[in-house]
Every structure is written in C-alpha cells, then in structure tokens.
C-alpha cells in the first residue's frame, strides 16, 4: 500500500470517529431522548418533535456555507468549529428547563453537526479516493449508525439511572477530549499533492461543473428531490421509531433495543452498499436502497407482531441511513469535483426542508389520527419517488453532453 493511499486509510478511520461521537450523539439519539423528553417535560408530541426539527433545520441552514468554506478553508477547521458547537450544546442542553432553552441547544447542535460531520467528512473523502471512494465512504459514514448503536443504548442507560440532564453531560465528554484533538491531527482536505496550493485554487483544478452551471443539470434536480424524499421519509420514520415500539406494547428496553439494533444493522449495511455503490453506481446502489425503505414501512405496519417487528428492523436498519453516504457518492459521480463542497451543501437544503417536516409530520398525524399508519403510508410512496429521482441520475460525462452539448465538455468545466 502506498504511503497516500495508507494516510488516507488513516484519515478516514479519523472521520469515522467523529461521526460516531459528534452525529451518533446528535441526530441519532433524537429517538431515545423523544420518550425521555415527553415524560419530563409533558409537552405534545407535536411540540416535542419540533425539537428534532429545530435541529435539522439548524443543520441546513448551515450546510450551504459550511459547503462554501470547505471550497475555500482547510477542512480541518470547518470540523473543529463544528465539534466545539457540538459539545457546548450538550452542556447547554443539560441545564435547560423550558422548551426555549431546549431548542436552542438543539438549534447550537445542529451547527455542529453541519460542520463536523457529513458534509466535511464526504469532502474529504472524496478528495482522498478515487477507485474505492464507495467503500471509503461507507466506512466513514458507517461512523453515525456505529453511534447510534452505541450512544443510544449509552444514553438509555443514562437516562434510566441519572436522568435526563446527566445523559446530556455525558455526551459532551469525549466530543471535546476524542473527537477534537482527532481532527486537528488527522483530517487534511486533499493529498499531499497539492500541498502547495490553497484549497481553493486545488480545488479550481479538478473537473467538474462550476456551481451556476450545475444548476441547468437534471441529475443535480434529481438529487435535491432524492434529500428530499431520503430526509422526510428518514426522520419522520426514526424520530419516531421508539415510541412507536412502545405504541405497540414493547416495553422501554425492548424498544431502545431495537433501535440500537437498527443502527447496527445499518452500519453493516452502509459498508456494503458504499462497495456495492463502487460496481453498480451510486445512482443504482441509491434507488435500491430506496426501495429496500418502501418494502421495510409496509413490515412495519404490522410490527406489533414480533416476528414481524424483527424482519421491519432488519430491512429498515439495512438501507435506512445508506442514502448519507451514496448521496455525496452521487454528487462526485454525476457533479465532479470542482465545487463539490458547494453542491452538497446546496443539495443539503433540501435535505434540511425534509428533516425539519418528517418530525413534525409524524407527529401531528399521530396527534389528529391517534395512530402513525397514515404515516408509514405517506412516506411509502416518498420513498419510491425517491427511488426514481435516483435513477434518472446521469454520471459527470453524460451530464455535461446531454445539458450542454458536444461543446460543453470544455466549457461548463
């Protein structure tokens, strides 16, 4: 193995650190804290699913100049600002008494996640790899469901013996002690090769469509309406997952359980897809993982039986999260590289307006309809335009043709 090639490895076992203490914490948790949430606070589930929303929207919000910068900055220092935010809104959070300071922190949270983690992470990654890059990012985004797995089950615990506030505490340790010294040591932008260069000049050097021009593209459409459909569907599923266990008779434990089941399932499941994203394309590796989510919803309505709340599990833990690491995987693939920072963070708002509803969704029909099945069935069919929307793809150089013509493979470069 090449000594780049070995660094790279290295960076990216860095980055799978991060996700796993920075967004396993964060967004993955939201499912354990819902429950933990209404008991303490007694809100409805509709104000208490704004939580989760405030954060996801925070996140999007931040991820268009979180994108600018890693165009411009050294991606290292994107991430730290990221992961200091990170941990101060879990201190935050673990002395909020009202809705207000509680969303805030959640709103601080958000940022952090923003700049610490998905967007800067596939920066990098797709910087540093070419022939494996599915593989590579699998393995970095393996890092937020290995969180979830484990964070969750940390913090049911938690929460079960010192409450509420003492999860929130524990959860800011390692953020500031691993994961920021982590990332000033280890995460660098692009290989040593361009060292020599600023990041935005080694940037300008790499194929791809400039951001304008991206814009009169199908496949980038088709990927703002795949965030979409991936981020509803996703969080109006998942932030809700445990409570609907618990809906269904489960018992507290058995539910977290399975959540904490889900994620590892999924962890397995990303590394595979990212291998199998590197033979088939990210396009088709995404529309199957789409499908795979629509099957798992129609599981999941009759998940009070448990042969069948084991098979939802399975199916949904598999695929559920693949779509973080095939969607940048997409963006190189159909984009190019030039403003790949920009792009994603541009595509991500629409990731953002989907993150922000799924919640809310869930919530308010469960509040008017007193059952989440009017739910799954929605996001049934979000997930199938989804999986359309992947597969109208085109890769780079079939893009560049068909939107500009013969002449554009020059010009829109």
């Known amino acids: 193995m090449a000594p780049q090639e070995r660094q790279g490895w290295f960076i990216v076992g860095g980055l799978f650190v991060a996700m796993l203490l920075v967004f396993g914490s964060g967004y993955d948790t939201t499912p354990t804290f819902l429950p933990a949430l209404l008991k303490a606070f007694g809100w409805s589930r509709a104000k208490t699913s704004l939580i989760p929303s405030l954060l996801a929207l925070s996140l999007g919000v931040c991820v268009i100049p979180v994108g600018w910068m890693l165009d411009r900055v050294e991606a290292k220092f994107v991430m730290l600002t990221g992961t200091i935010a990170a941990g101060g809104a879990f201190l935050l959070a673990s002395h909020a008494h009202s809705f207000a300071a509680m969303a805030v922190a959640y709103l601080l949270l958000g940022v952090g996640i923003a700049a610490g983690t998905v967007i800067p992470a596939s920066f990098v990654v797709a910087n540093w790899f070419g022939e494996r890059r599915g593989l590579a990012m699998g393995i970095t985004s393996a890092g937020t469901t290995t969180g979830g797995m484990v964070i969750n089950l940390v ?116 590394v595979l897809m990212g291998g199998f994203a590197d033979r088939v394309s990210a396009r088709i590796a995404l529309a199957i993982s789409f ?84 739910a799954f069935e929605v996001y049934i069919a979000i997930y199938l335009l989804g999986a359309a929307a992947s597969w109208a793809c085109r890769p780079y150089a079939a893009e560049r043709e068909a939107t500009f013509g013969a002449r554009a493979a020059n010009a829109s470069a």
């Not at 194929?207 to 990927?223: K, Q």
């Not at 965030?227 to 507290?252: E, M, P, W």
């Not at 629409?350 to 993150?355: D, L, P, S, V």
Request: with cysteine.
């Open 291 to 374: 499908a795979v989510q629509a099957v798992a919803l129609v599981l999941a309505l009759g998940a009070a039986h448990p042969w069948i709340m084991a098979l939802f599990v399975l199916t949904f833990g598999a695929t559920f999260a693949a779509p973080l690491m095939l969607i940048p995987l997409l963006i190189a693939e159909s984009m190019g590289l030039k403003r790949f920072g920009a792009i994603s963070g541009i595509t991500a708002v629409a990731n953002t307006i989907g993150a922000a509803l799924g919640p809310i969704v869930s919530g308010w029909i469960f509040d008017v309809a007193h059952s989440y099945t009017i």
């Open 155 to 270: 913090a049911a615990k938690v929460i079960a013996t010192h409450g509420l506030r003492a999860a929130y505490f524990v959860l800011a340790i390692p953020i500031f002690v691993i994961v920021a010294p982590l990332v000033m040591l280890m995460v660098r932008s692009r290989p040593p090769g361009a060292v020599r260069l600023s990041v935005a000049a080694a940037g300008a050097r790499l194929d791809g469509f400039e951001t304008r021009a991206a814009f009169r593209t199908r496949s980038f459409w088709m990927i703002v309406v795949a965030q979409f459909c991936f981020a509803l569907a996703a969080t109006g599923v998942l932030i809700h997952f445990n409570q609907y266990l618990i809906d269904l008779h489960y018992s507290a434990a058995t539910a977290a359980g399975a959540v904490s089941l889900c994620f590892g399932i999924t962890t397995v499941g990303k």
